[in-house]
């Protein structure tokens, strides 16, 4: 990769095991950052200290943290072993650091406009907003971006839940968010204020690296609520990438009346020749109802069943508690921790 920091210019960021990868950074920058400004694939989704993904390990060099590590979603075995969070630590020296880069190159952030061509109201206070974009916009599977009314600073990042854009095209000129309602919060009570069709909007990214993953092994999606954003575009694009793989959708809710996108999940059901599994699980659906299905929370759809011995590969999308409680159990029945990729969803924006 050709450097474009003259050698002065900061500290020397080095990868073990992958010496191709090697940036520059300028001192006192923020270790994430500054791979990204540089087009290095460094695992990230949240960029702010929650969701873990860019969890590095320190080899060589010093960092300073700009959270307490105990606040962080690292274990103590983790901090004990030297690993820290590159998106909230400053580069103090030189470094040898250990960390999974991915195969595909960053794409860029842009800036564009786009115009409302869908706002429907959907079952569990979710509307499914569409925009067709300006111009056509590349992006990976699980990729995020910020949307926001054209002329209004209130901006907020929601997953896109197309698949991507075949690789030799020029992106996508449409893209679709799942979002729920947020009572309070300044852009989802905007939002459903009424039918926003034909209105003005800017969308900034795309963001994230959660759904590269090894696209031959079979996998599974692990969404509560809207966290089934991500999980149907990775879906959607590991189907595309293999002819054999097999992908199980957990999807959580609290009841029958708030399961949302069922269109959306049929589809991928129909268009898959039975690779996909689709698994709702209620966690307050009423005892006398009709519901036949599982009841719980989803941790308890997660079964030698469900995760078998050929799942290699999982995605986990929701709140954070949720998400904590799925990896935990996602590696006890078996998977990897490094090939678990999650998606914690933080509320902000209430005021």
Known sequence: ????????????????????????????????????????QYPHNCRVGVCGSCKTRLLRGRVSPMVDLALSPLTNQEIENGYFLACQAKVRSDL????????????????????VTRWER???????LRLQLERPLKFYAGQYCNISESGSFVRRSYSIYDAPPPDDSAGATEIGFL???????????WLFARDRVGTRMWVHGPYGLMGIE????????????????????????????STTSKFTIVFGVQSRHELFAQDLLQALVDESQGRV???????????????????????????????????????????????????????????????????????????
């Open 277 to 351: 599994e689709v698994v709702p699980i209620l966690s307050d659906e009423l005892r006398q109802s009709p519901w036949n299905g599982l009841r719980g929370l989803v941790t308890e759809a997660l079964t030698a069943e469900s995760v078998t011995a050929n799942t290699r590969v999982a995605f986990v999308c929701g709140s954070l508690p949720m998400v904590n409680a799925v990896e935990k159990r996602l590696v006890a029945l078996g998977i990897d921790a490094a090939n678990i990729h999650a998606d914690k969803f933080m509320p902000t924006g209430v005021l």
């Open 179 to 189: 979002i729920k309602r947020l009572p309070g919060g300044a852009f989802s009570e």
């Open 214 to 241: 090894d696209s031959d092994a079979d996998a599974i999606g692990v969404a509560g609520g809207t966290g089934l954003a991500p999980i149907l575009s990775i879906a959607r694009d590991r189907l595309a990438r």
């Open 122 to 128: 959907l079952p569990g206070d979710v509307v499914d």
């Open 96 to 115: 040898e650091v250990e960390v999974r880069i991915g195969e595909h190159e960053m794409i860029p952030e842009q800036i564009l406009a786009g115009t």
């Open 1 to 40: 990769m050709q450097n474009t920091m003259t050698e002065a210019a900061g500290c020397t960021i080095r990868i073990a095991g992958q010496p191709e990868h090697e940036f520059r950074v300028r001192s006192n920058d923020l270790l994430l950052k500054g791979g990204i400004d540089q087009g290095i």
